[in-house]
């Protein structure tokens, strides 16, 4: 081995990655930011009518507009919700922060920010998990319970819902990825002038 028992290693923690690591979660943040808020404005305006025929009368054709809207769906408005909310979550955290440095009392800021985010993480979740079901069924339908599906007749609508469940996902990665850091940044709290001895 190229070290013998007697000598010693310092390592020190550089001065820059505190803030490297900072800037890397509010980067993270402002994309989980983006995903959820584009998630939620695409579902949020997803609207299509069309005039199908439902049945003809000797030669004649009975035409009715039928309008596919996320209202429909309760699973899609959990889902325009749930990332409303995360959406707006991710810009608090933002701003706190940049702004909010001095707001920490007796570190309970990390711990509040690790608890939020944890639950942003479960209420995303849930909302793009029912969105998904929703979407699977009206692309595929379910012939064991007769309901037909509709993406045949409402593409534009399925691609913008197919969509904002893509934005969904990617925000719902980027929520656990930030949450594994902010616990991680809850338990471990370097000291700046901390050095690691490795014998």
Not at 74 to 88: C, E, K, M, T
Request: with cysteine.
């Amino acid at each position: 081995m190229a070290l013998q028992s007697e000598e010693k290693l310092e390592v020190g923690y550089s001065s820059l990655q505190p803030k490297t690591r900072k800037w890397v979660l509010l980067m993270l943040r402002v994309l989980a930011f983006f995903a959820t808020a584009a998630a939620t404005v695409v579902m949020g305006l997803n609207k299509e009518t069309k005039t199908l025929v439902v049945a003809t009368v000797g030669s004649t054709p009975i035409k009715a507009s039928l309008a596919a809207k996320f209202q429909h769906t309760p699973a899609f408005v959990f889902f325009v919700i749930a990332n409303g909310l995360a959406s707006i979550h991710n810009l608090v955290m933002i701003m706190g922060d940049l702004f909010g440095q001095k707001l920490d009392y007796k570190g309970l800021r990390l711990a509040m920010i690790a608890i939020l985010d944890m639950m942003t993480v479960a209420l995303v979740s849930g909302g793009v998990s029912a969105a998904a079901f929703m979407a699977e069924l009206g692309k595929n339908g379910n012939s064991h319970a007769r309901w037909n599906k509709i993406c045949d007749k409402f593409e534009t609508f399925c691609d913008h819902g197919g969509g904002a469940l893509i934005a969904s996902f990617a925000g719902l990665i980027l929520m656990l990825i930030i949450s594994v850091m902010s616990i991680i940044k809850l338990l471990i709290k370097p000291k700046p002038d901390s050095t690691i001895v490795v014998p």
